[in-house]
């Protein structure tokens, strides 16, 4: 296989065609695990598209809340897509080969909408701390303008930061193995099989690795520490519950999305597993599962999203109700 060579700083810097991955091969019925996803995959595009479109169409849903609900649901969509389709072609259909520049965009489309899901989960927290702790004076600061541009700003910094770690891989060579072992082109596998030696670049990637998981997970810590000292100073038993209980659909995203991660993270770095693919599967899991969820426990129990969908599933069936009666009418006249 050749290898394309590109000058860089007066250097030459050699890239690959492609890279191969073989993570996750050493499991047993790894197919069928697949073929889970590929379920979790439909669901993921119907419900988040059902959300989209609800919220979009129906000008009572745009207020900061249901923005912020609107731009989760774009989030889990574009990530569940740019990992799951690409799992089906390696694991199913058995091509594994994925192009160099390839490899390079869904390694960003992944960690940049990871960063994006971890920001999202932090924004809904900050909706939940300013309709609790300042319900009176919710309306005059969170407008729809300041959870556009406070969305904006995560959008930007997110794309922009996660640009730059990955244009670090432009800058190496790769000149020994071509074997990425992982279940898509992942930052560190592929990291490791440079054959240049860039450790400045790698100590700044890992440190934003860290500040885009535990910085969005740290602002929704004090969102609900700020929640809770409001909770408890009200003095009717009632109202702690009542606010407490809009909170409840949000903890479980936060627990379901950072809380595996984390754990993963951590146990990957300090214990050694038996099977080398566990900590891959276990990740993939935490990754893929999360964007399925969150339009089902979070969106579509909420009121007014439920009530929507509900009318416009109504209005499909009716609709396609007469189709079938105006299809079977034309049948008797031609008869």
């Not at 997110?158 to 730059?164: H, N, P, Q, T, Y």
């Not at 903890?251 to 950072?258: E, Q, S």
Request: aromatic fraction near 14%.
């Amino acid at each position: 296989m050749s290898l394309l060579r590109t000058v860089f700083n007066d250097s030459v810097i050699i890239h690959p065609p492609g890279f191969y991955i073989t993570g996750l091969q050493t499991l047993p019925y790894i197919s069928v695990y697949v073929i889970f996803l590929a379920f979790v995959y439909v669901v993921t595009v119907l419900f988040n598209s059902l959300v989209i479109y609800v919220i979009v169409f129906n000008h009572c849903l745009h207020t900061p809340k249901f923005v912020a609900v609107g731009n989760l649901a774009v989030i889990d969509l574009v990530l569940n897509t740019c990992i799951i389709p690409s799992m089906i072609n390696i694991f199913l259909i058995k091509d594994n080969f994925v192009p160099f520049n390839l490899c390079l965009a869904q390694m960003y489309v992944y960690y940049a909408f990871g960063t994006l899901e971890s920001f999202a989960l932090a924004i809904l927290a900050y909706d939940r701390m300013i309709a609790i702790c300042v319900s009176l004076r919710k309306n005059s600061i969170n407008t729809q303008q300041s959870m556009s541009f406070i969305i904006g700003l995560t959008w930007c910094f997110s794309l922009g930061i996660i640009a730059f770690a990955v244009g670090i891989m432009t800058r190496l060579s790769f000149c020994n193995s071509l074997t990425v072992l992982s279940y898509f082109c992942d930052y560190s596998p592929v990291y490791r099989l440079a054959c240049n030696d860039y450790t400045m670049q790698w100590t700044v990637a890992n440190s934003l690795s860290f500040l885009i998981l535990i910085v969005p997970f740290t602002l929704i810590c004090l969102s609900y520490v700020s929640i809770l000292v409001t909770v408890f100073r009200m003095k009717s038993l009632d109202s702690r519950v009542k606010a407490l209980a809009t909170c409840i659909e949000h903890i479980i995203l936060v627990a379901i999305f950072h809380l595996p991660l984390i754990t993963i993270f951590n146990i990957s770095f300090y214990l050694h597993f038996i099977n080398d693919d566990l900590p891959f599967l276990c990740l993939s899991l935490a990754s893929c599962t999360p964007p399925c969820i969150n339009p089902m426990v979070y969106s579509l129990k909420t009121k007014e999203i439920r009530n929507r969908a509900l009318a416009l599933v109504r209005k499909t069936k009716i609709a396609t109700d007469q189709e079938k009666k105006r299809h079977w009418r034309g049948l008797t006249t031609k008869m």
